[in-house]
């Protein structure tokens, strides 16, 4: 959990009690989609000619399930408060223990599902847009 997941710099554990969920890496290491190819359909030929050469990603939108613990009820409200401070920033630049090199660049869009399971246990549906899959390199 510490160490595990970096929200704009900050580990998410340490600052917000922020961790992953089991599906969280796996929505993040999905491949982007490709544009959609040049297509040419015409009469005068069989079938349909598509160039694939210098095919380009595409925008991609995922869902990112997270969970914000605290010890005590007080510490979860300050905590909610402060992360969902950060959401408003709009960019969250997302990094995991699990690939050193690599730095999701995400915008946020919503939270389609919160839900307090107990006292200081909280689970969050983030949905996320990454404009640019290609940019993901440390600078």
């Not at 869902?63 to 402060?82: G, M, Q, V, W």
């Not at 939270?111 to 983030?126: A, D, E, P, R, V």
């Amino acid at each position: 959990m510490k160490g595990e997941l970096y929200i704009n710099g900050r580990d998410a554990y340490d600052t917000w009690g922020i961790s992953m969920t089991d599906t969280s890496l796996s929505a993040l290491m999905t491949p982007a989609p490709n544009k959609e190819y040049i297509e040419n359909s015409s009469r005068l030929e069989h079938g349909k000619r598509v160039i694939t050469d210098n095919a380009k990603v595409g925008e991609r939108s995922l869902s990112l399930e997270i969970h914000l613990t605290a010890p005590t009820k007080d510490l979860f409200f300050e905590r909610y408060l402060s992360f969902c401070e950060e959401l408003k920033k709009g960019l969250l630049e997302i990094k995991t223990s699990y690939q050193k090199d690599v730095v999701y660049r995400m915008i946020y869009k919503s939270c389609s599902q919160f839900s307090q399971f107990m006292q200081g246990i909280g689970k969050f549906t983030l949905k996320l847009e990454e404009p640019n899959p290609e940019n993901r390199n440390l600078q």
